[in-house]
């Protein structure tokens, strides 16, 4: 599922090395707040993921420490983080019961958040199409810049590039999406505590 039209009106196409470039410009000028939205149900890395691989063959022990040696490559940017007083949030959309992904995607999210990273979560109705016109990955930087990605078509997101936008009626409406789904989002701790309960 492609991102809305709307969305893309006056971006320009980026390839992924393009991507990290521009990532990496516009989060040095980030000055107060950076919200990303994820709304794919499952991933598959450009490159190989061993921690991914090792989970998928049953070893989760494994893939907890390749987890939490792949977070640390991060830590950066959480410091990065607290020394500018961001409000930075990753905001999920979750569809229940979990898929494997997921479950797997839970776990590194835990260590991130030990980390110091935000992640805050939304149960979503698991008969909603995600993604979706109304619900796509973007990353929004302060009011000033958007990359949006383009994960393909499949079933599975995989990264390709996406595109750049600093459209002032586009990132209105991106922050007005994300901001209204982070209204109904809990903390990913409280949402692993609701999640546990009802399991029991």
Avoid at 37 to 43: D, I
Avoid at 177 to 194: D, H, K, N, T
Wanted: net charge negative.
């Amino acid at each position: 599922m492609l991102p809305p039209t709307w969305a893309l009106s006056g971006s320009t196409r980026l390839d992924l090395q393009e991507f990290s470039t521009a990532f990496s410009r516009a989060w040095s000028q980030t000055e107060s707040r950076f919200l990303k939205l994820e709304c794919w149900q499952a991933y598959r890395e450009a490159q190989a993921c061993e921690s991914q691989e090792v989970y998928e063959h049953g070893d989760i022990e494994t893939a907890c420490e390749l987890l939490r040696r792949e977070a640390e490559a991060d830590r950066p940017l959480y410091e990065d983080v607290d020394k500018r007083h961001l409000d930075y949030a990753r905001i999920r959309l979750v569809q229940e019961p979990l898929n494997p992904y997921l479950r797997y995607e839970l776990l590194s999210y835990g260590i991130r958040a030990e980390m110091g990273e935000n992640i805050e979560v939304v149960r979503c109705d698991p008969a909603l199409r995600l993604p979706s016109d109304e619900y796509f990955d973007v990353l929004l930087f302060d009011r000033r810049t958007a990359l949006i990605h383009d994960y393909g078509t499949g079933e599975v997101g995989r990264q390709s590039g996406g595109w750049l936008t600093h459209e002032p009626h586009v990132l209105a409406r991106l922050e007005e999406m994300i901001l209204a789904l982070r209204e109904g989002a809990v903390p990913l701790q409280q949402y692993l505590r609701q999640a546990r309960t009802e399991q029991s």
